[in-house]
């Protein structure tokens, strides 16, 4: 007899939080895409190649579409995907369904807050880029929108940890499955810091935008948003390492060295996430320069546990190369499995995150910080984490999940291979290129390829790393369009998997696991490491917060676009 195809409702009928978490990623895609295509405009731009009269009248601007270019890649694309990501991982790994109500008003609360908030964008009426920074003033629905959308992730929040008490009532005494641990985890630290953009928005950017309120202090405003605007960066980051500790071990045919050491690199992000964000401030006046210098110590402790992580997971593959018959010194590297693009996506993820991390290390630094800030080094910077590591490990998730969950075949694999090596390398080059070119007092953020005749040249040290910008951008359009292709291709096929050959999810073994170890025990208290976090937040976040408060400086809206 031949093997059934199930029909899309025997697909969802088992597992009703399937379709929730497609419908979560697939909305984050869509985000993603329109993002993206923004991405070669914004690095011609710093090969001093000006396109953007191309997209006229459409587009006003390079800023419109700067500010396109970040708030849907790196606010929408993320969140969206890792909402419906980490929803299905947790109720899987646990074997606890979802309260599926709430889910799909997350969902719902997306898909709104994701329109009003596009309106505004498209129409260029908020081009007040990513970090939206008082004075300048975007249109009411660019707020509304975007306040709707951080409400969603903290029903994201509600909807983990509920799942999570739970298991514990149905469990009791047992330690957490891993994934469990490191999603609510993730989640909870998430709910912590999101607090600065909620009380942004709501007592001060919706006010103003809507004329209640005459000014807001940007001091202040900035300093809420970077509450949250680092711990984000790690909202981002931490659903890759879920892959990375919890999957990629299996997909690489090995297993994980330890569970307990990847439970701790967890709990260090739960509690030195947030009480960090000052390091984005220090050329601000207002702070003072004691608790920059403590910002900037904790800033180093947070980059401990993803110093465990490259540990923990480069033995966990060197083990996984070994047991795919992998010998010598390096010969287990080429011994994983280098067909198969979602492996192939996180392991170059990962790569590129050995240089973000050491340039993030530089901009911690309280003294050379300020030879990097506000220059193309900045980007430079970021584009490794967030659109390589973070970016093509979620590709990497994608090209299993989808089909695990649609029953779809992953459409042209040898295209999704290629998308994700030139992806790589094209941000490699840019990367390099725009860090160089930080280097030599090049500002981020500006028009450089449409400056006036009496400017023209200021920037001519750095024509040899615009070299390296010009051919990132051919890269990576090229590499966006493979990825998408197979994105879409998958999405739309007819064809549907016999059930024996629809993939697994690939949850890995651990050789040290959390079974009978005291310290696992301890670490499984999330809230009280929730709480110790909310501590160390109050203590270096409210002397300088009080003080601003008290002394607000309330400054009119500007539109300078
Ligand atoms: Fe950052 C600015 C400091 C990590 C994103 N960062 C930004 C901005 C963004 C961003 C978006 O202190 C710009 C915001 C804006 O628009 O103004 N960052 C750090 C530090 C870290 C760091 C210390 N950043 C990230 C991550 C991001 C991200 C992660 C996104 C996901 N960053 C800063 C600072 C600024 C900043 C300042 C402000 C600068 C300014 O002047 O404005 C660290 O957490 C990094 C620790 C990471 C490591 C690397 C570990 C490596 C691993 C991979 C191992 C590889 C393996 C592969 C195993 C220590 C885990 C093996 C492969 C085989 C094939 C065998
Ligand atoms: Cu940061």
């Known amino acids: 007899m031949a093997v059934r195809s199930a029909s899309p409702e025997d697909i969802y009928a088992t597992h009703p939080e399937k379709k929730v978490s497609l419908y979560f990623m697939v909305l984050g895609f869509i985000a993603l895409t329109i993002g993206v295509i923004f991405g070669p405009f914004q690095i011609f731009n710093y090969a001093n190649i000006d396109l953007y009269p191309a997209l006229q009248p459409l587009f006003k601007s390079y800023y419109q579409g700067l500010t396109l270019h970040g708030v849907l890649n790196a606010i929408v694309f993320t969140q969206f ?40 964008l498209l129409l260029n009426n908020a081009t007040v880029l990513y970090t939206f920074y008082p004075p300048l003033q975007g249109h009411w629905a ?48 998430w709910g912590l810091a999101a607090i600065g953009l909620v009380v942004e928005a709501v007592f001060f950017l919706i006010p103003w935008s809507l004329g209640w309120i005459k000014g807001v202090d940007p001091l202040l405003a900035r300093s809420l948003f970077w509450w949250s605007g680092h711990p984000i960066v790690y909202f981002w980051l931490l659903p890759a390492y879920v892959s990375w500790y919890g999957l990629l071990p299996r997909q690489a045919g090995g297993k994980l ?118 220059t193309t080094w ?40 290629a998308g994700v090596w030139l992806w790589f390398v094209g941000m490699m080059f840019m990367a390099f290129g725009m860090h160089m070119m930080g280097l030599q007092g090049v500002p ?33 359009t090229i590499a966006a369009v493979q990825l998408f292709y197979v994105l879409y291709a998958t999405l739309f096929s007819r064809r549907r998997l016999p059930a024996d050959q629809v993939p697994e999810i690939p949850f890995a073994e651990a050789i040290s696991g959390p079974e009978g170890k005291n310290g696992v025990k301890v670490m499984d208290r999330l809230f009280f490491w929730w709480g110790a976090a909310v501590v160390l937040v109050l203590i270096v976040y409210m002397p300088t917060l009080v003080q601003l408060f008290i002394h607000m400086v309330p400054a009119p809206g500007m539109r300078l676009w």
Do not use: C
């Open 378 to 417: 900045i980007p430079g910077h970021f584009h490794l984490p967030v659109a390589t590591a973070s970016t093509l490990t979620f590709f990497g998730i994608a090209f299993w999940l989808i089909p695990h969950i649609t029953h779809k075949p992953l459409a042209a694999p040898r295209t999704a291979l």
């Open 257 to 374: 060295i330890s569970d307990p050491l990847a439970r701790m690199a967890f709990l260090g992000f739960l509690v030195f996430s947030t009480p960090v964000g000052f390091h984005h401030q220090f050329a601000d006046p207002g702070i003072s320069a004691f608790w920059k210098g403590v910002h900037t110590v904790l800033t180093m402790m947070v980059a401990v546990p993803s110093l465990m992580t490259a540990f923990t997971i480069a033995a966990s593959l060197e083990l996984a190369g070994r047991a795919n018959g992998g010998k010598g010194m390096l010969g287990w590297i080429k011994a994983l499995p280098w067909n198969n693009p979602s492996v192939v996506a996180q392991l170059l993820g990962a790569i590129a995150f050995i240089f973000g991390g050491a340039g993030g290390i530089v901009n911690a630094s309280f003294t050379l910080d300020y030879v990097v800030h506000n």
């Open 81 to 120: 995907f890792i909402q419906g990501s980490l929803l299905y991982l947790q109720a899987r790994d646990s074997n606890v369904r979802p309260l599926m109500p709430v889910a799909w008003a997350a969902w719902w609360l997306d898909l709104i807050g994701l329109a009003l908030a596009a309106w505004p």
């Open 142 to 189: 660019f707020y509304v929108g975007a306040a709707l959308i951080i409400v969603s992730s903290l029903v994201s929040v509600f909807l983990s940890v509920e799942m999570w008490v739970r298991w514990k009532k149905q469990n009791p005494g047992k330690p957490t499955p891993l994934v469990t641990f490191m999603t609510t985890a993730t989640w909870m630290m």
């Open 444 to 476: 981020r953020r500006a028009h450089i390829s449409a400056m006036s005749a009496v400017n023209d040249g200021i920037y001519a040290s750095s024509a040899f790393y615009m070299v390296f910008n010009a051919i990132a951008g051919v890269l990576l």
